[in-house]
């Protein structure tokens, strides 16, 4: 069971363009959620979070945007960089405690 | 700061022989940890999680065990591989604070 689905499994876009990654979960006892950023041959690295309180949360290029009713989130990369070209994890977890993750997006940002 | 190590960094190793992966994290004590599998491009497997010294609970079953021997030591292993046991291999730790992975361990069986 799947519980967290990201789309698409694959995304270009060229230098200086806005990426969007979509996220969607099950489980309505999840409250926290985060985004990895993995580069090849790397681990996974923390980009950036949101809580379910909120339906908002920016870090410089990268923005989440959170639909508690819709069960669904996005991550907004504003400006792309080539340098963001990497796999995007999203994940899901009530609390901090054993996160769900998808099965992530691989960027490609061309120059 | 809290750093965490894996060791060693890449194996190739044949099948049927055994396998010891290591982690080790320092500066945080009583930590929760994890090992996580990835096949190449893959999606993150959780296999195991340990949230205090000798105790380990398993979330797959791929023929594979883990010990936490020390409180700062997470150890993966066992004592025969196999083909789809190629991947590569994540520990991690949380507590109270999102999950920070260390820098893998990529294993290739022939």
């Known amino acids: 069971q799947q519980q967290v689905r990201q789309s698409p499994q694959s995304l270009t876009v060229w230098e200086g363009e806005t990426a969007i990654l979509n996220c969607s979960y099950e489980?309505?006892?999840?409250?926290?959620f985060p985004w990895y950023q993995q580069f090849p041959g790397e681990g996974p690295a923390l980009l950036i979070s949101i809580r379910s309180v909120s339906d908002k949360k920016e870090d410089g290029r990268f923005t989440i945007f959170f639909n508690k009713r819709e069960k669904k989130l996005s991550l907004h990369i504003t400006d792309s960089q080539p340098g963001d070209s990497a796999t995007y994890f999203c994940a899901a977890s009530e609390g901090n405690y054993k996160p769900t993750f998808g099965k992530g997006t691989s960027l490609v940002v061309h120059p | 700061a809290q750093t965490i190590h894996q060791w060693p960094v890449a194996e190739i190793k044949a099948v049927g022989s055994p396998l010891s992966l290591g982690c080790t994290i320092k500066?945080?004590?009583?930590?929760?940890l994890y090992w996580y599998w990835q096949a190449t491009g893959g999606t993150l497997q959780q296999l195991f999680y340990s949230i205090t010294v000798g105790q380990v609970e398993s979330v797959v079953q791929l023929n594979l065990s883990a010990s936490r021997p020390k409180d700062d030591q997470f150890i993966l292993s066992t004592e025969k591989l196999l083909l789809s046991h190629s991947g590569f291999y994540l520990c991690?730790?949380?507590?109270?604070?999102?999950?920070?992975f260390g820098s893998g361990t990529r294993l290739l069986v022939i």
């Open positions: 991690a730790w949380s507590r109270d604070s999102d999950y920070t």
């Open positions: 489980d309505s006892t999840f409250n926290y």
């Open positions: 500066g945080k004590s009583s930590p929760n």
